[in-house]
C-alpha cells in the first residue's frame, strides 16, 4: 500500500512544494496505470497457462510476445465483429496502431477480417474458433484476477474501487 502525503479533494491541505516530488509517484493517475499494469500482466499469465488457450498462443504469451496492447483486442472487439476504425475508436488508439494489432492477431489466428454485411467496400474484424477460445480465457483469466484483487483488498475496498472507477470513468 502507498501512503499518501497528502488527501484529494480537501481544499485546506496545502499543495506540495516545488521541491516536495512524491506526488509523482502517488498521484491516481499513476497509481491508477500501475495497477492496470499489474491487472493485465496477471492476466496474460493466467492465459499464457490457460488449458483451453492453443499452446502456439501460449508460448507467445509466455514469451510476453503477446502483451497488453492485444489485449485491446480482446476487450474491444465486438462479438458481432467490428470495422478497424470501430475498434481502434473503443481501444482508444490509432487506426494505423490498430491495424498493426489486427495483422498480428490474423497471424496467430485470433481474428479475420471478412466483407461487412452493411457496406460492400468495408471490411469486418471478426474472431475465429481460436479467437472465441482466447476470449474465454481472457474472461476466466479476468474472473481470477478480480478474485486475487477482491482477496488482497479486501471486499469493501474492491466494491468501493470498482464502483469508484465505474463512476469516474463511465
Known amino acids: 500500500m502507498v501512503s499518501l502525503p497528502y488527501h484529494f479533494g480537501v481544499s485546506e491541505t496545502p499543495a506540495p512544494s516545488i521541491t516536495d516530488d512524491r506526488w509523482r509517484a502517488t498521484h491516481l ?3 491508477m496505470g500501475l495497477a492496470l499494469r499489474r491487472f493485465d500482466e496477471r492476466v ?8 483451453q488457450v492453443p499452446l ?13 496492447a492485444h489485449i485491446h483486442i480482446t476487450r474491444h472487439l465486438a462479438l458481432q465483429g467490428s470495422r478497424l476504425t470501430e ?6 488508439m490509432s487506426k494505423q496502431a490498430m491495424g498493426d494489432l489486427v495483422a498480428q492477431c490474423e497471424a496467430w489466428d485470433l481474428v479475420r477480417r471478412e ?11 471478426v474472431f475465429t474458433a481460436t479467437g472465441l477460445l482466447w476470449l474465454q480465457a481472457f474472461r476466466q483469466a479476468v474472473a481470477q484476477a478480480e478474485a486475487e484483487f477482491r482477496a488482497q483488498v479486501g ?3 474492491a466494491t ?4 469508484g472507477l465505474e463512476a469516474y470513468g463511465g
Open 29 to 31: 493517475g499513476r497509481l
Open 44 to 51: 496474460l499469465h493466467l492465459m499464457a497457462h490457460h488449458p
Open 56 to 68: 502456439a498462443l501460449s508460448h507467445l504469451a509466455a514469451r510476453d510476445q503477446v502483451g497488453a
Open 87 to 92: 475498434l481502434a475508436a473503443s481501444a482508444g
Open 115 to 125: 466483407p461487412d454485411p452493411l457496406d460492400a467496400r468495408a471490411r469486418r474484424i
Open 155 to 157: 471486499s469493501d475496498v
Open 160 to 163: 468501493v474501487v470498482a464502483l
